[in-house]
T-cell receptor, first 114, second 111 residues
Framework: NAGVTQTPKFQVLKTGQSMTLQCAQD?????MYWYRQDPGMGLRLIYY???????DKGEVPNGYNVSRLNKREFSLRLESAAPSQTSVYFC?????????????FGPGTRLLVL | RKEVEQDPGPFNVPEGATVAFNCTYS??????FFWYRQDCRKEPKLLMS???SGNEDGRFTAQLNRASQYISLLIRDSKLSDSATYLC????????????FGSGTQLTVLP
């Protein structure tokens, strides 16, 4: 039981390049989330998916797109990377059967945009 | 003003000490409260939920004061392994399960 997995672990991009961050969970959770974490700012929600087939914007969606490919997988795409998107990206999942339940996080992807 | 505010620290305490962290939140219509722990360069993990009546889990005690809109975490008999960043997390009513995270308080327990 791997929980939440993310690939890649590290990535360096040049400004304007695109890439997709992959996330998968094996806990049969309904909800999945993408966050970014920057120094001194806490985690901020980029997008979330309450259930398979639905996605919604979070606090900082600009510059990102997401796909809930199936119940297990939720990907985050940067179409044209900018230095401001240098951050640590965490994917998370939860059962979503009750409000305020535990979210389980993946190990993170460290992204540097030059 | 941030919706969830924490003293960033760092708090450096000797082993065996008692240490307390506070967190304030701006929205009185908040629904659920949590403390998460994040080790250096790792993902956050739930430490404990915070209930209105206060709750304890071993050496950890969490308290909620809705009138003053703050949450506290008390760690007794600190261990070296308690060194981490502690994140205050709030679920605001009507936010569709969107957790709001504080920026964290860094704790280092010294031998």
């Amino acid at each position: 039981n791997a929980g939440v997995t993310q690939t890649p672990k590290f990535q360096v991009l040049k400004t304007g390049q695109s890439m997709t961050l992959q996330c998968a969970q094996d806990m049969n959770h309904n909800s999945m989330y993408w966050y970014r974490q920057d120094p001194g700012m806490g985690l901020r929600l980029i997008y979330y998916s309450a259930s398979e087939g639905t996605t919604d914007k979070g606090e900082v969606p600009n510059g990102y797109n997401v796909s809930r490919l199936n119940k297990r997988e939720f990907s985050l795409r940067l179409e044209s990377a900018a230095p401001s998107q240098t951050s640590v990206y965490f994917c998370a999942s939860s059962e979503a059967r009750q409000v305020g339940e535990t979210q389980y996080f993946g190990p993170g992807t460290r992204l540097l945009v030059l | 003003r941030k919706e969830v505010e924490q003293d960033p620290g760092p708090f450096n305490v000797p082993e065996g000490a008692t240490v307390a962290f506070n967190c304030t939140y701006s929205n009185s219509a908040s629904q659920s409260f949590f403390w998460y722990r994040q080790d250096c360069r790792k993902e956050p993990k739930l430490l404990m939920s915070v209930y209105s009546s206060g709750n304890e889990d071993g050496r950890f005690t969490a308290q909620l004061n809705r009138a003053s809109q703050y949450i506290s975490l008390l760690i007794r008999d600190s261990k070296l392994s308690d060194s981490a960043t502690y994140l205050c997390v709030v679920l605001f009513s009507g936010s569709a399960r969107q957790l709001t995270f504080g920026s964290g308080t860094q704790l280092t327990v010294l031998p």
